[in-house]
């Protein structure tokens, strides 16, 4: 898929522009006011190591079963990490007993060696100390100690997936912090993170007037009145 693999190294060097960014909570206010559909992960889906995540999504699906090569489907999953864009995130939607690690240090280790932007899974993940040592954002349902590997096997890698409530395409951007995983739409990734960026924009100003005037009210009077100055408005 050269094309898709080429617009979304295009969308990882957009991502990667410095600049204020908006949380999770804006993103998925914002894609869901432009799609009309839910845009937000489970609560299940947690941050467990690391920091801020956004990038594009690389999706991943799979599934039980007990006859899996380890070594064949370890590699299939290395391959698609060697061959994800710099900041890409890696999505995976894992079917059936929740309770095994999807990846562990290995992965993390690579991400962080070739610049994704981290891993998000509706599976588990294992090695806490250590991922967290390496600072790889991840988000997943918490960590156990034993591993999918020999249970599970990649039914489809670059496919839609419905991961932790959300549908994920490929390519869709995937933004995660402390409150949780959204979903932007890659079809409308653009209008939805100015939206999303408006809206922190608007917090930014807002929250420190409400805490200095002890009112919501007298706060987006006094923001609105600031808005008209700055534009010359009398």
């Known amino acids: 898929r050269p094309a898709l693999r080429a617009r979304a190294i295009l969308l990882c060097a957009a991502l990667q522009a410095p600049g204020p960014r908006f949380s999770s909570s804006d993103a998925a206010d914002a894609a869901e006011r432009v799609s009309g559909s839910r845009a937000h992960m489970s609560a299940a889906v947690q941050r467990i190591a690391g920091e801020r995540l956004e990038g594009p999504a690389i999706t991943m699906h799979v599934v039980r079963d007990d006859g899996a090569s380890l070594m064949e489907e370890g590699l299939k999953a290395i391959r698609v990490f060697e061959a994800a864009p710099l900041g890409s995130v890696i999505v995976v939607c894992l079917d059936g007993d929740p309770d095994y690690a999807v990846f562990g240090t290995t992965f993390a280790t690579l991400s962080k060696s070739r610049r994704l932007g981290g891993i998000v899974t509706n599976g588990a993940m294992r090695g806490a100390a250590d991922l967290r040592r390496i600072g790889v954002p991840v988000f997943s349902r918490g960590t156990v100690a034993g591993s999918a590997g020999g249970h599970y096997r990649i039914q489809s890698v670059g496919e839609v997936i419905e991961c932790a409530g959300a549908r994920v395409a490929p390519g869709d ?14 079809d409308s990734a653009g209008p939805a993170m100015q939206i999303a960026q408006r809206l922190r924009d608007e917090k930014d100003v807002l929250l420190p007037l409400i805490a200095r005037y002890r009112s919501y009210t007298r706060a987006v009077q006094e923001a609105a009145r600031r808005s008209r100055h700055n534009r010359g408005i009398p």
């Open 173 to 186: 951007v995937i933004v995660g912090d402390a409150d949780g995983v959204a979903v932007i739409p890659r």
